[in-house]
């Protein structure tokens, strides 16, 4: 079992910057492949960004450019660095992970609680 707790939401004006973290423990990090989703109120999750357990990183199109993804396997962190942020990022951004070898959006085993991004206009 792995636990993932997301930190670093807020309430940010468009164009700034946040930085969401997510802490996982109860497995072995270096192992697994990460990602970042989103639930904006009234849509489905999607996804945002993924980082490979070999570092390969993913990104869905509206955030490339604006979006990093990175991961310290030291401390058993993954980040999402979101810059030029726009009221539509607005959303509930949740830190996932899996040991499989598949990156894509459904292949994903565990979920944090979620962390608030609300960008005012």
């Known amino acids: 079992q792995v636990q993932l707790v997301e930190s670093g939401g807020g309430l940010v004006q468009a164009g700034d910057s946040l930085r969401l973290s997510c802490a996982a423990s109860g497995g072995t990090f270096s192992r697994c492949n990460l990602a970042w989703f989103r639930q904006a109120p009234g849509k489905e999750r999607e996804f945002v960004a993924a980082i490979s357990r070999g570092g390969n990183t993913y990104y869905e199109d509206s955030v490339k450019g604006r979006c990093t993804i990175s991961r310290d396997n030291t401390k058993n962190m993954v980040h999402l660095q979101m810059n030029s942020l726009k009221p539509e990022d607005t959303a509930v951004y949740y830190c996932?992970?899996?040991?499989?070898?598949?990156?894509?959006?459904?292949?994903?085993?565990?979920w944090g609680q979620g962390t608030q991004v609300t960008v005012s206009s």
């Open positions: 996932a992970a899996n040991f499989r070898a598949d990156l894509r959006p459904l292949a994903y085993d565990y």
